[in-house]
């Protein structure tokens, strides 16, 4: 797995100096703010991956093993993760607009693979994508409203959020994702900025909120929301429910029953089929 072509940066995606934070902050200014990006793979068809909170995209690296000679592959690297900008304020609505103007300028037949707080930034700009051809959501209830935040999402996922947990919340939460990889996921989340996370349950970081499920039903671009039924982090419940609100025929409701939060890291080969269906390979 390596990269054939980086901006930004140009470290591998395995390399662990790739992802030691840059010292210096700079403001969340939309035309400075930049993306850790590395590409992967050849062909004619790109997918682009984003990682979730406190991750990044190290958590890909089974998949692209599976994937890399089907496709060309392009991680992103979250504002506040790895060598991407640490911006002095965090917001959702500036973080959406980053994501999709950065995709946006991506050419070619392309798809998205967006997971848990990735998949809720690109709902939220979902609107403003510009010649995606299928979005796949892992882990990424849409919500209707903020105060579906309170049933949408289980404890474990509320912790996930707050910006310094105790030795045994930080178990919880790493083993929540995956237990045969404690170390590594450890290691991954520790490099995150945690003032990224003591922002988003912030009002200024919720500002410019605007309804996931109002957007789902206006797309004319395929989205497949996967959900995994032992996922520690999101109830499921909330999920089963969605068929009532969107009724936009180019949404997709897949549950599985593997993987948990991570299911395309702990089970890639599983994982990989749902990228090629929902890419009609």
Not at 209 to 227: A, D, H, R
Request: proline share 5%; net charge negative; glycine share 6%.
């Amino acid at each position: 797995m390596s990269p054939i072509g980086t901006s930004c940066y140009t470290n591998r995606l395995s390399n662990e100096d790739a992802y030691i934070s840059r010292q210096n902050e700079k403001p969340f200014i939309l035309e400075i703010m930049n993306m850790e990006r590395n590409e992967f793979g050849t062909g004619d068809t790109s997918v682009i991956m984003l990682h979730g909170n406190s991750l990044d995209p190290t958590i890909f690296a089974p998949l692209i093993d599976e994937l890399e000679n089907k496709f060309k592959l392009i991680t992103l690297n979250l504002p506040g993760h790895g060598n991407s900008e640490r911006p002095n304020n965090y917001n959702i609505q500036n973080l959406s607009q980053v994501i999709i103007d950065t995709i946006n300028n991506e050419t070619g037949k392309k798809y998205i693979l967006a997971h848990s707080l990735s998949g809720h930034l690109i709902l939220q700009g979902l609107l403003q994508l510009k010649d995606v051809s299928g979005i796949i959501c892992v882990g990424t209830p849409p919500l209707n409203t903020l105060a579906d935040t309170v049933t949408a999402f289980t404890r474990l996922g509320k912790l996930m959020n707050n910006a310094e947990w105790s030795a045994n919340e930080e178990k919880e939460i790493i083993e929540g994702l995956s237990k045969d990889s404690y170390e590594l996921i450890k290691e991954i989340i520790r490099k995150s900025d945690p003032n990224f996370r003591k922002a988003i349950t912030t009002s200024a970081f919720l500002e410019g909120f605007t309804s996931e499920i109002e957007n789902l039903n206006k797309t004319q671009i395929p989205v497949s929301l996967v959900f995994s039924t032992n996922d520690d982090y999101i109830d499921t419940s909330y999920c089963h429910q969605l068929p009532g609100t969107i009724e936009n025929p180019y949404i997709k409701i897949i549950f599985i029953d593997y993987g948990g939060h991570l299911p395309f890291f702990n089970f890639p080969e599983k994982f990989s089929r749902i990228i090629q269906n929902a890419t009609e390979l």
